[in-house]
Antibody, heavy 119, light 109 residues
Framework: EVQLLESGGGLIQPGGSLRLSCTAS????????AGWVRQAPEKGLEWVST????????YYADSVRGRFTISRDNSRNTLNLQMNSLRLEDTAVYYC????????????WGQGTLVTVSS | SYVLTQPPSVSVAPGQTARVTCGGD??????VHWYQQKPGQAPVLVVFDDSDRPSGIPERFSGSSSGNTATLTISRVEAGDEADYYC????????????FGTGTKVTVL
């Protein structure tokens, strides 16, 4: 059974930094693009960032471009999200997910990790 | 940027049919995907590429798309279908981005 497990969430002050990780199992991770989707409290889903299977291509939502950096280590089946200059509005549950190419949908999802930005 | 609009809520009696719409400009020209999210849980893919179902998803879940509206249809609704449902497309106009709909809460009466 494919599993994605996020870690690294927590409470952080505005302007601070946090690094999220997502470890995949039972999957050839390098065969999949992967990304992060977040959900603010009581709000809908918002795409954050995507990285290609090789790691050579990255994409960001306008709301995080220049502050967040996505990366992956296929040798460790790990996806990362470095979040800098955090804002109150970045408070959300962050989900990692694998992406099926061609038509670009999210098939496997992690359980999510909560990031709370507060002073 | 591309916008997907869903009704905030849909109510349906058990055994009846629920239809959740997703409006977007010429959405019929895009591949639409649907996710179910129950409280406190991660989203689950229920329909991809407009009308295909992942393995393990009941045949009661189906999708269609025409013109400016895509529709998720849940037949013979069960109490366990109560959840939030989101549509999603991949938009390549003006930059690559994944767009989610605003979400619809399906309530089983």
């Amino acid at each position: 059974e494919v599993q994605l497990l996020e870690s690294g969430g927590g409470l952080i002050q505005p302007g601070g930094s946090l690094r999220l990780s997502c470890t995949a199992s039972a999957i050839t991770f390098s065969n999949y693009a992967a990304g992060w989707v977040r959900q603010a409290p009581e709000k809908g889903l918002e795409w954050v960032s995507t990285i290609s299977g090789s790691g050579r291509s990255t994409y960001y939502a306008d709301s995080v471009r220049g502050r967040f950096t996505i990366s992956r280590d296929n040798s460790r089946n790990t996806l990362n999200l470095q979040m800098n200059s955090l804002r109150l509005e970045d408070t959300a549950v962050y989900y990692c997910a694998t992406i099926v190419g061609a038509t670009e949908y999210f098939d496997y999802w992690g359980q999510g990790t909560l990031v709370t930005v507060s002073s | 940027s591309y916008v997907l609009t869903q009704p905030p809520s849909v109510s349906v009696a058990p055994g009846q049919t629920a239809r959740v719409t997703c409006g977007g400009d010429n959405i019929e020209n895009k591949d639409v995907h649907w996710y179910q999210q129950k409280p406190g849980q991660a989203p689950v893919l229920v329909v991809f590429d407009d009308s295909d179902r992942p393995s393990g998803i009941p045949e009661r879940f189906s999708g269609s798309s025409s013109g400016n509206t895509a529709t998720l249809t849940i037949s013979r609704v069960e109490a366990g279908d109560e959840a939030d449902y989101y549509c999603q497309v991949w938009d390549t106009i003006g930059g690559l981005r994944y767009v989610f709909g605003t979400g619809t809460k399906v309530t089983v009466l």
